[in-house]
């Protein structure tokens, strides 16, 4: 009888955040590839862009001017998917037709002046600048009375959707608790009420223990791959801590996340040598003025990106139909972006 192995024999594994399953096939990480690999094209933006609407100085649709912003800059979006102005209501035709009015608010950050910065070229200081900028919008949206979640996140690259790459990120706050962040609270609430400690309070402590998916970590962050991924270099932050929220964290702990957000994304880059695209997003605590003891505060990164700069992994037929699927091992993927260079390629 052969013995099952996590390296070598398909199986499904449990995402004990959300309760979903992915399956993963790591025989076939070694068939060979056939498929075209590409070089990257190098991005070369200028510093500033007349053209972009993100820019200092320049014009946006909605008419307005940006200002001259030294650092950081946030504004309402001028095409945003929720506004403050809907009104209540619904609708509700029998169990099977059922609608419900949706208010929120929805912002861009701007994380610097300069055009042709991503956060892996920002200094520590700059990204810094980022978090305390969510802290405050944090804090502001979470006193709108009908505001009860509040999701921060970026989407960088046009293979991720992202329209413009001036360095940005967005806030979609809403009325209801949207579907990832509502399916993470209940698996938290049940583990904290069984354990009397955070999820992820345990989930950390054992991956350190065995540390063959940790990425890399300073006092108050790890970065890992998640022993549930389903992107091949899809990543966690956790913080050490069991914070609710962004705004537990002091300006010693805000540094330490912009400096592992900074080593994250430049291992990404580092990878395949190009500006990897990825979506990225805070989960957090609602904002429904309930007390949430089991939520604790994580960043979850997912890249496309599989095995080029231009070979990206599909979320296509089986995965759309059954369940997700990767290859090549959570693990495999975390010894691979570990034994990069941790000085970003462009600055080698
Ligand atoms: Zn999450």
Redesign the pocket.
Known sequence: MIEFSLPDHPHRRFNA?TGDWILVSPHRAKRPWQGQVEKAQQDTRPPYDPECYLCPGNKRSSGDFNPDYPATYSFVNDFSALMETTPDGGYNDGELFIAESERGICKVICFSPRHDLTVPQMEVEQIKGVIDLWKKEFEDLSKVDFINYIQIFENKGAMNGCSNPHPHGQIWSSMSIPV??SK?NVRQQAYFEKHGKTLLTDYLEKELQKGDRILCQNDHFVALIPFWATWPFEAMIISKKAAQNILAFNDEESLALADIYKKLTVMYDNLFEVSFPYSAGI?QAPTDGKDYPWWHF?M?FYPPLLRSATIRKFMVGYEQLATPQRDVTPETSAQLLRSLPTVHYKQQ
């Open positions: 955040l990832e962040p993470e989960h994580h979850h």
